[in-house]
C-alpha cells in the first residue's frame, strides 16, 4: 500500500510539472486557448443585389447604415464582397465615374461617422 501511494504521489507530481490550472492564466494567455462561438444574430445584415453581406463590428455597420442607398450598396460590394468598380457599375447600370464618386464620397461620411461616435466615449 505504501509503494502505491507513493507512485500516485510521484504521478501526481509528474502531472503538475505540465498542467496549469486556468485560473493561473492572464487574460492573453487564455484567448489562446479559448474559443467563442458565432451565431447569425452576431452580426448585422445588409442585402445588396441579391447577395447578402454580415457585418459584425456594430460600430461600421451603423455608419454603413447612415449612409444612401446607393453609397451603401457601393461600399459593401467594393469591400465586403471586393467588386471592382467596373463590375458595380455594370451590376448597378452606372457609370463608372459615378460608382468612383459615390465611393470616395461613402468613404468621407464613413470616416466622418466614426470620428464623430468614438469622440463620444
Known amino acids: 500500500m505504501r509503494n502505491y501511494a507513493r507512485?500516485?504521489?510521484?504521478?501526481?507530481?509528474?502531472?503538475?510539472?505540465?498542467?496549469?490550472?486556468l485560473e493561473s492564466l492572464s487574460?492573453?494567455?487564455l484567448s489562446k486557448i479559448s474559443f467563442f462561438d458565432l451565431y447569425d444574430s452576431d452580426y448585422l445584415w445588409f442585402v445588396v443585389k441579391g447577395y447578402e453581406i454580415k457585418i459584425r463590428d456594430i460600430w461600421l455597420a451603423q455608419a454603413i447604415g447612415a449612409l444612401t442607398q446607393p453609397k451603401q450598396d457601393i461600399i459593401l460590394l467594393s469591400y465586403f464582397l471586393e467588386m471592382k468598380?467596373?463590375?458595380i457599375a455594370i451590376?448597378?447600370?452606372l457609370a463608372e465615374s459615378t460608382v468612383h464618386y459615390h465611393k470616395k464620397r461613402a468613404l468621407k461620411e464613413l470616416r466622418k461617422f466614426i470620428e464623430e461616435h468614438t469622440n463620444e466615449e
Do not use: H
Open 7 to 21: 507512485d500516485l504521489y510521484e504521478q501526481n507530481n509528474r502531472r503538475n510539472e505540465y498542467l496549469v490550472s
Open 27 to 29: 487574460l492573453a494567455e
Open 85 to 87: 468598380s467596373k463590375d
Open 91 to 93: 451590376l448597378m447600370n
